[in-house]
């Protein structure tokens, strides 16, 4: 059973900086991968997806809650991301999860978002930002 495992997750004052990461184990194909998050009492929503299909597309895409402030990246190893977030705010904090879609078609930046599109998940990381 294929497993996404994610860490770097804790706690951190507002403005702190923390960077999470996940990593499969076991072989999966995805050609999306994102974070997404969800508090206590609310929906779970997405906060950063990049495309993973290879080629020339290199594509990410945010919500404008965390643009400019969240950057999600690859790793060298396949089905490894990286969520790097800046400038915390109390309001960032939830539980974090990341996921992988194997998606037959591309996706819209919407549907980059969209938990149903994803088909693996993690088990999640707590972020909790202090003020």
């Known amino acids: 059973q294929v497993q996404l495992v994610e860490s770097g997750g804790g706690s951190v004052q507002a403005g702190g900086s923390l960077r999470l990461s996940c990593a499969a184990a076991?072989?999966?194909?995805?050609?999306?991968m994102g974070w997404f998050r969800q508090a206590p009492g609310k929906e779970r929503e997405g906060v950063a997806a990049?495309?993973?299909?290879?080629?020339?597309?290199?594509?990410?895409y945010y919500p404008d809650s965390v643009k400019g402030r969240f950057t999600i990246s690859q790793g060298n190893a396949k089905n490894t991301v990286y969520l790097q977030m800046n400038s915390l705010k109390p309001e960032d904090t939830a539980m974090y999860y990341c996921?992988?879609?194997?998606?037959?078609?591309?996706?819209?930046?919407?549907?980059?978002?969209?938990?149903?599109?994803?088909?693996?998940w993690g088990q999640g990381t707590q972020v909790t930002v202090s003020s």
């Open positions: 996921a992988a879609a194997r998606a037959s078609q591309l996706l819209s930046r919407r549907g980059m978002l969209d938990s149903n599109e994803y088909n693996y």
């Open positions: 076991g072989y999966i194909y995805s050609n999306y």
């Open positions: 990049i495309y993973t299909g290879g080629g020339v597309i290199d594509y990410t």
